[in-house]
């Protein structure tokens, strides 16, 4: 089945401690990028990555860090979480961003920082 | 910088009636995609519809329909017909090729379809 999977689906953690989200396609998808959902905000680009080793910044990505270092795999690290961190994120793959193609989304981390 | 601008935070309708959600976007480009996505409670956000720019012909999908108007920079979605299992959230977006794939998305419409 084709998928975007997202690990974990739930997470409290503390203050400064490193955690990473992971993200996996099996779709052989170019274009993967991580989002964060917050009321009132909508979903906003934190990073993306247009292939393998190709990654940039979104629209908020102070406080986090991604590699690409697989097509397939496209982690968020958070090396030192903070409250105003705590979201709902979602990891997006599509075939490319040439054409209009679909975005695939995961199933959402809720990610609580106290 | 790109906007997408959602008016209706919530919005609800009778099952059966047809209802039109609001977009309106900005942008300097005149090439680029958009969309509509579905975020029911269970979170997972759903392709509902797409349109290219350069397609004057507005883009339907079963019973979901948009109003493309370019030169007005607004994308509407009607959805026709509605289901109790169309209750959710809907985001409008659009993307940039150009841009490396640049999305901007709106904050959302709650829509309530009432039995």
């Known amino acids: 089945e084709a998928q975007v999977t997202q690990n974990p689906r739930y997470l409290i953690t503390v203050t400064g401690k490193k955690l990473t989200v992971t993200c996996s396609q099996n779709?052989?998808?170019?274009?993967m990028s991580w989002y964060r959902q917050d009321p009132g905000l909508g979903l906003r680009q934190i990073y993306y990555?247009?292939?393998?080793?190709?990654?940039d910044k979104g629209d908020v990505p102070e406080g986090y860090k991604v590699s690409r270092k697989e097509k397939r795999n496209f982690p968020l690290i958070l090396e030192s979480p903070s409250p105003n961190q705590t979201s709902l994120y979602f990891c997006?793959?599509?075939?490319?961003?040439?054409?209009?193609?679909?975005?695939?989304f995961g199933q959402g981390t809720r990610l609580t920082v106290v | 910088a790109q906007t997408v601008t959602q008016s209706q935070p919530e919005m609800s309708v009778q099952e059966a009636e047809t209802v039109t959600l609001s977009c309106t976007y900005d942008?300097?480009?005149?090439?680029?995609?958009l969309f509509w996505y579905k975020q029911p409670p269970s979170r997972q956000m759903i392709l509902v519809i797409r349109?290219?720019?350069?397609?004057?012909q507005n883009a339907t999908e079963n019973r979901f329909s948009v109003n493309f108007q370019k030169a007005a920079k607004s994308f509407s979605l009607k959805i026709s017909d509605s289901q109790l299992g169309d209750t959710a959230m809907y985001f409008c977006?659009?993307?940039?090729?150009?841009?490396?794939?640049?999305?901007?998305f709106g904050d959302g419409t709650t829509l309530t379809v009432k039995p």
């Open positions: 349109q290219e720019a350069y397609k004057q």
């Open positions: 997006a793959s599509s075939p490319t961003y040439r054409e209009n193609t679909e975005a695939f």
């Open positions: 977006a659009f993307m940039i090729p150009t841009n490396a794939g640049k999305s901007t």
């Open positions: 779709m052989n998808h170019e274009y």
């Open positions: 942008t300097s480009e005149s090439n680029y995609y």
């Open positions: 990555s247009m292939n393998v080793e190709v990654t």
